[in-house]
């Protein structure tokens, strides 16, 4: 089955620093990939996906990349505020039956004003 | 356009006792999936059931839990025999039929909180 691995576990910036966190997948069929942003206490939230047609995508100051020869898909985040503070998740699924999503370990994101 | 919900938001069971955890699909989605999260950890799939069929149970431990999706109602994840380390969050999430909308998306549920005393 599918194994993803996420990198960093734990990440501090500076409060208008970027952030990167980066994952990569084992399973060469996988072709969605979203990030989740959870809140102590609270469910994932979806912020930004990206398939496997697409290199980059952007929206505001969140931006993933895909490099599907190097199976790995990144996460940045730009002009870093406070409140991006939160555990990040990336995630990768196959079509079909196999849709359901396979997450990384997480990423505990401070941000710090 | 209501999200996923799922009742009950927290539980507390005794060792012993039977956990019962509901979830109702968003409008329109078709397919629901279950997710647990240890304390301070990622979510591991469990199951994936459409409406009256499992479709991927890989995740589920294979004595105590069992899952399912009847055609009218919630589905429900059930879990025997509480144990102190079945003490974790229970996500729902659901998406739409593939090739329908927004394909592998999936949405969660506010989760369920089971505490095993």
């Known amino acids: 089955g599918e194994n993803v691995e996420q990198h960093p576990s734990t990440l501090s910036v500076q409060e208008g620093d970027s952030a990167v966190i980066k994952c990569t997948y084992s399973d060469s069929a996988s072709n969605y990939f979203p990030w989740y942003k959870q809140e102590l206490g609270k469910r994932p939230q979806l912020i930004i996906d990206?398939?496997?047609?697409?290199g980059e995508k952007k929206d505001q100051r969140i931006a993933v990349t895909l490099n599907k020869t190097a199976k790995h898909f990144s996460l940045h985040i730009t002009e870093t505020q406070p409140e991006d503070s939160a555990v990040y998740f990336c995630?990768?699924?196959?079509?079909?039956?196999?849709?359901?999503?396979?997450f990384g370990s997480g990423t505990q994101l401070t941000v710090l004003p | 356009n209501a999200g996923v919900m799922q009742n009950p938001r927290h539980l507390v069971r005794r060792r012993g006792q039977e956990a019962r955890l509901r979830c109702s699909p968003m409008?329109?989605?078709?397919?629901v999936y279950w997710y647990r999260q240890l304390p301070e950890e990622g979510l591991k799939f469990m199951v994936y059931?459409?409406?009256?069929?499992?479709?991927?149970e890989s995740g589920m431990p294979k004595e105590r839990f069992s899952a399912e999706f009847p055609k009218e109602g919630p589905s429900i994840l059930r879990i025997q025999q509480v144990v102190r380390g079945d003490s974790a969050a229970y996500f729902c999430?659901?998406?739409?039929?593939?090739?329908?909308?927004?394909?592998?998306?999936?949405?969660f549920g506010e989760g369920s909180w089971l505490t095993v005393v």
């Open positions: 409008k329109g989605h078709s397919h």
């Open positions: 999430a659901s998406s739409p039929r593939p090739g329908q909308g927004s394909g592998n998306t999936i949405y």
């Open positions: 995630a990768a699924s196959g079509p079909g039956s196999a849709r359901q999503l396979t």
């Open positions: 990206i398939r496997s047609n697409v």
């Open positions: 059931l459409q409406k009256e069929n499992i479709i991927d």
